[in-house]
């Protein structure tokens, strides 16, 4: 990292840094003979973690072992020496690093580089917003070519939090201008907002709540026409279903709180980042290593970092996520295929549906991930998601009569569940942002977020079913 010229090395550093250098030559020899060559299953259940890590290290602990613990001890000056320059694998301090978010950070860089021809690597952060901030705030720098003059350009279909952090945070705190691709689908409207003052694209897909989608492809290239990244959150999509890296996109976000996880105990996000990155700032060591850079030394100084303990929680909730996504989505298709045909209803967006406007651009990218290789399958197989929304007919009133009566399905403003969970995003998610904001996103009063669990999707429907009846 930065200061690493000034190091001096002794004598005594040079043995550890020995050492070090045949684990990690070691290391990228099993991630390139072994790991990169399983299945996604396969990583997504072991990860890193193999058998000869835990009987060596762990005592044969199956599970990665919950590090509690706020610090590491070192041998000797040496080995301190050594390991604070960042010259040896170490990691210091839990604000820093730590070796459970260090088995989490590794299966997400290997799933969302699944397919991809190249390295990623990843950072661990306390949230999906606080992945968000770790992926943008390095190229808004004063250091950049335009000082103090900066844009960023986004999809205005966004989660409401990202919504708040670029038109407040960044906005009306830092004076950078956030321009807002209204029809993300339309490669042009990118185009025409971007300038030499640009920092970054940044991009939503699917969109959270309204399902909007672009061409990553695209917009990757038009990004990388004018020396500049694509950040794309892909949290309602995750892995299993998309790998925008693998289309061009620079960075990933992902709010590992969500479908990653499912289970809901917590919070957690990530970044996960292609090495040798495209971007119009001077910072090499940046550039080559977007993840680790961030993690050592942005993040070590404003500590948006995430606990062990969920670190592990949510890695466990990963190991299924292929086949959960797939039998999650298969449960949201029928029940909006029954939304779609309901009189009550107004309109119903998924992007499985034929009759959803991005429906074929979706068909392009939104993939069962290994489905050619899977027994059941056979062939690629488009999957879209748990994600969907709805307008109920008749207007607000109606609206809140039905969600008041949903008996199953949990009123809250969470999505990714194992349990169905429905929202209102004008009154709670998108609530903060005002009507204007919420023209711009296109949210409606009317709209009803709906994130469709693992229940038998007959009972889901029932649920509404009995909803709309009495909202009628
Ligand atoms: C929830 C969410 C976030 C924020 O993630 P947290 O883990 O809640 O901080 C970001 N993007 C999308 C699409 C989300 O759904």
Redesign the pocket.
Known sequence: MSRQDETIITKGMQNYIDINNKYLEKRKDYIQDVVKKWKFDTIAVHGLYSVTDAIDDYQGAIIEPIFMTSSQAYRDSDEMAAALAYKIPTWCYSRIANPSTYYYEWTLALLEGYGFDGETSCCST???????MTAVHPFLTVKGKSGHVRNIVATAQ??G??FQQFSVRLMEEQNIECRWVKNAADISEWASLIDKNTRLLYG?LP??PQLGFFDIKEVADLAHSHNLPLIC?S??ATPALLRPICHGADIV??????TLSSGGFG???AIIARKNLTANIEDEQLKADFSLHVKYLQNRDFGPNLHPMQAVMTLNDMRTLRSKVDMLSRNTMKVAQYLESHPCIESVQYLGLPSHPLHDLANKYMWLVDAEHDELYGKPTNRYGH?MSFCVKGGVEKTHKFFDGLQRIWRAT???RIKSVATIPAIS?HQQQGVNGRALACIPANMVRLCVGGEHPEDVIADIDQALAKAR
């Open positions: 306390s949230s999906g917003m606080s992945a968000i966004c989660y939090g990202t939503e969109s959270n959150d949290t309602v976000v992902q709010s590992a709180t969500k919070i957690a996000g994600l969470d999505i990714g998610t």
